[in-house]
């Protein structure tokens, strides 16, 4: 007898076994295996398959006129930033996102806004019905715009009326996970369907020249669900991003083969859909503590934007046997390295202090420049004692606990000259950082322990009064 497919598929990283088991060995996951029918032509033995003679192609050089990925604006300038300038003829785009972050009504407006640039955009809902669709269209102001509206999850026969009139410009799926296709047997959502679905809307896209985007699930701990291999597929791989308390959204691509992978988008979400924020400086600040304690802003870099944001820190007497380390926005494993280098080199001790962390407006930073705003933060609250209002950090801390410099220090400058900084706490400048000239009194340090003793010596009088 023929030896049958394995059958048994991993539903989060897409790895198959011949039998069940409870727990993944690729990827670790508990419960994750499901059974699927391998069905289609893999059932029938390989010896009995019909013998297919292979078929010549022409091969090319790399020079010759390849029309150059030539790309259609959305009409978002945040949106085109992320993609890298817009979207590219053919590619595909997987957006990912926690549910209700707000994924389907940022494609509708940018459907829409392409729509209105004369381009064929065709928006297929697996999710909602289309009233639903039209009616939070009517709500964000767009419901004139020509914008193709379905409701399906047939692949087949979505491509079967995308085939028909003129070529689309851009095509939104919503979601992948609730499309299914007649050439496997499995149920919608597994694994197995998700990857011949998108295998087969990929293979439009790349015929026709149309822009496909995929909107995809996230599982709690920040996967797009179903296969890994899908992020293999698409040309980008975009994620939505947000605290759900907080109005701030933040658009960012994982993967790109067409543009940058640092770039972010921000928008914020209204009572009118989402807001493009060109500057977000502003937005992250605008709640500033003036003079708390714990407070410090970060001048950061995001892609090639500079962004100022505050970082909060609270210190607080632990009751617990083991201290609790909470962070949110920043690298967990990051901030426990700058606690070590605090209690290893500048003689704080926190060993006895629940630790918290804060990135304000729900942005997530992944720059270790952070390091110095985060540890200045860290003392200042420990010491009682508030930072200079007008100052901002960056400096990369190391585990000698000096502090190195890092890239872009003049834009970093300048972004906080432009919003009414006076001065900058940084790393000693070495020559040709070209840093000097932005107006801000700058204030080197060259070791952690300096920039503790400094703001300690302001906390103590204050301490010693609330003691
Ligand atoms: P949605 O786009 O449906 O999220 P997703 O597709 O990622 O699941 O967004 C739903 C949330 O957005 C919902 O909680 C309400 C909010 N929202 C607004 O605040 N303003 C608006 O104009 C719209 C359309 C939605
Ligand atoms: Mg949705």
Known sequence: MAKTDPSFVCQNCGAAYNRWQGKCEACGEWNTLAEENAGGSAAVPTSLRPRRKGRTFALETLTGDTHDAPRTASGMSEFDRVTGGGFVRGSVLLLGGDPGIGKSTLLVQAASLMARLKHRTVYISGEEAVAQVRLRAERLGLANAPVQLAAETSVEDIIATLSQGARPSLVVIDSIQTMWTDTVDSAPGTVTQVRASAQALIRFAKTSGATLILVGHVTKDGQIAGPRVVEHMVDAVLSFEGEGSQQFRILRAVKNRFGPTDEIGVFEMTGLGL????????????????????????????GTRPVLVELQALVAPTSLGTPRRAVVGWDPARLSMVLAVLEAHCGVKLSGHDVYLNVAGGLRIQEPAADL?????????????????????????????????VAQMSARLKEAAKLGFKRAILPELTRGDGAGDAGLTLNAVGALAELVAEIAAKGRGKREKIA
Do not use: C, M, Q, W
């Open 373 to 405: 705003a985060a540890a200045a933060a860290l003392v200042s609250s420990l010491a009682n004692a508030p930072l200079p209002a007008d100052g901002v950090y960056f400096g990369e801390v190391s585990l000698s606990g000096a502090i190195r410099p």
């Open 275 to 302: 807001r493009e924020v060109p500057n977000p400086s502003e937005l992250f600040l605008s709640e500033r503590d003036l003079g708390t304690p714990g407070t410090a802003v970060f001048a950061g870099i995001e």
